[in-house]
C-alpha cells in the first residue's frame, strides 16, 4: 500500500490447514487476529467478479480501449477516487453494488464452512459489501489504516473477509494488517 515500506510486509501466514483442526485454528486467530486461506474461493468464482466489474469500468470508459477486458489496463491519463459526492465514481459504485456476483460471493459455501468452523456455529453475513478500487494515478488515496468496527458497525467481534479480484504485487500494494492490533481494543482514530 501507498501508506506501508514494502519491505517491512511479511506475507500473510496460511491457515487453510487448520481447518482441520477447529481448535488451532481458533487459537491461530485469536492470536493473529486474521485468517488466511489460499485458494478457499474457487477461481471460476473471482474470475466472475473480475469480469462483471471489469465489464462496468468499460461502459463507464475507465479502461484502455485497446486492451483485453481481463487485463484491467486503466484508459491513459485517466484519474478518479472514491467519493460520496463524485458523479462519476457513484454512477459506477452504484452498477457494482447491483452485481449479484458481488453479493453471492460472501456467501460461498466454502467461505461460510471455513467462518463455521472459526465460530464454532453458523455464520451471519452482514449485508454490507464493500469493492475497494484504487484506480491508477490515485495511490494517495488508498485506504488507511483502519478498524472496521467504526464503518460496518454491530459487534466489536466482526470479522472482515479481504478477496482480491485480480492479482496484487508488492508494487501495486494489497492488503496489510498489524497481527495482533485486534487486542489493542478500539482505538479512537478512523
Same mark, same amino acid.
Given at each position: 500500500?501507498?501508506? !506501508? !515500506?514494502? #519491505?517491512?510486509?511479511? $506475507?500473510?501466514?496460511?491457515?487453510?490447514?487448520?481447518? /482441520?483442526?477447529?481448535?488451532?485454528?481458533?487459537?491461530?486467530?485469536?492470536? &493473529?487476529?486474521?485468517?488466511? =486461506?489460499?485458494?478457499?474461493? $474457487?477461481?471460476?468464482?473471482?474470475?466472475?467478479?473480475?469480469?462483471?466489474?471489469?465489464?462496468?469500468?468499460?461502459?463507464?470508459? =475507465?479502461?484502455?480501449?485497446?486492451?483485453?477486458?481481463? &487485463?484491467?489496463?486503466?484508459?491513459?491519463?485517466?484519474?478518479?477516487?472514491?467519493?460520496?459526492?463524485?458523479?462519476?465514481?457513484?454512477?459506477?459504485?452504484?452498477?457494482?453494488?447491483?452485481?449479484?456476483?458481488?453479493?453471492?460471493?460472501?456467501?460461498? $459455501? /466454502?467461505?461460510?464452512?471455513?467462518? /463455521?468452523?472459526?465460530?464454532?456455529?453458523?455464520?451471519?453475513?452482514? $449485508?454490507?459489501?464493500?469493492?475497494?478500487?484504487?484506480?491508477?494515478?490515485?495511490?494517495?488515496?488508498?485506504?488507511?489504516?483502519? #478498524?472496521?468496527?467504526?464503518?460496518?458497525?454491530?459487534?466489536? !467481534?466482526?470479522?472482515?473477509?479481504?478477496?482480491?479480484?485480480?492479482?496484487?504485487?508488492?508494487?501495486?500494494?494489497?492488503?496489510?494488517?498489524?497481527?495482533?492490533?485486534? /487486542?489493542?481494543?478500539?482505538?479512537?482514530?478512523?
Amino acid at each position: 500500500m501507498a501508506m !506501508n !515500506n514494502v #519491505q517491512d510486509v511479511a $506475507p500473510f501466514k496460511e491457515s487453510t490447514h487448520l481447518l /482441520n483442526e477447529p481448535k488451532k485454528l481458533r487459537e491461530t486467530a485469536e492470536k &493473529e487476529g486474521y485468517l488466511f =486461506f489460499k485458494g478457499l474461493l $474457487p477461481a471460476k468464482a473471482i474470475s466472475e467478479l473480475r469480469k462483471d466489474v471489469l465489464e462496468i469500468c468499460k461502459r463507464h470508459k =475507465f479502461l484502455k480501449e485497446d486492451s483485453t477486458l481481463m &487485463e484491467g489496463i486503466a484508459a491513459s491519463g485517466f484519474v478518479i477516487v472514491e467519493s460520496s459526492v463524485n458523479p462519476d465514481y457513484l454512477s459506477y459504485y452504484r452498477e457494482i453494488q447491483q452485481l449479484h456476483s458481488f453479493h453471492a460471493l460472501a456467501h460461498h $459455501p /466454502n467461505l461460510l464452512k471455513a467462518l /463455521n468452523v472459526l465460530f464454532d456455529g453458523e455464520t451471519l453475513v452482514h $449485508p454490507l459489501k464493500i469493492l475497494r478500487t484504487i484506480f491508477p494515478q490515485a495511490q494517495k488515496h488508498t485506504t488507511p489504516p483502519h #478498524q472496521d468496527y467504526f464503518h460496518v458497525r454491530g459487534t466489536e !467481534n466482526t470479522w472482515t473477509s479481504w478477496i482480491p479480484i485480480g492479482d496484487c504485487d508488492k508494487e501495486l500494494g494489497g492488503l496489510t494488517l498489524v497481527p495482533g492490533s485486534q /487486542n489493542w481494543g478500539l482505538l479512537p482514530e478512523h
